[in-house]
Nanobody, 122 residues
Framework: QVQLVETGGGLVQAGDSVTLSCVAS???????MGWFRQAPAKEREFVAA????????YYADSVKGRLTISRENAQNTVNLQIGSLEPEDTAVYYC????????????????WGQGTQVTVSS
């Protein structure tokens, strides 16, 4: 099974940037990776995804232009850089792995990390 560990969350100021990292282990092959976020009392929403070889990226329309997802295949690490943070970005951010190509659908992700909290103060 794939094990995922997210790091990089914390308390940040509005307008700042944050970089989240997800390290995958437990498999010798590489699945596609995605980032989701979930705010209190809200459903989990898709943020970004990157395919197995890192050559294709996908972003939610609501965050396109502020986020960059990248992959470091040698370390099985996926990074999510969020710029111009807003209080609305406050959420638990989850890294997930899928062997499907339906990257926007949380139900297609087989493995999930425990999440990292990002809190943006105004």
């Amino acid at each position: 099974q794939v094990q995922l560990v997210e790091t990089g969350g914390g308390l940040v100021q509005a307008g700042d940037s944050v970089t989240l990292s997800c390290v995958a282990s437990g498999e010798s092959f590489t699945p596609a990776m995605g980032w989701f976020r979930q705010a209190p009392a809200k459903e989990r929403e898709f943020v970004a995804a990157i395919n197995w070889n890192g050559q294709s990226t996908y972003y939610a329309d609501s965050v396109k232009g502020r986020l960059t997802i990248s992959r470091e295949n040698a370390q099985n690490t996926v990074n999510l850089q969020i710029g111009s943070l807003e209080p609305e970005d406050t959420a638990v951010y989850y890294c997930a792995a899928t062997f499907s190509r339906h990257y926007h659908d949380a139900g297609q992700y087989t493995y999930w990390g425990q999440g990292t909290q990002v809190t943006v103060s105004s």
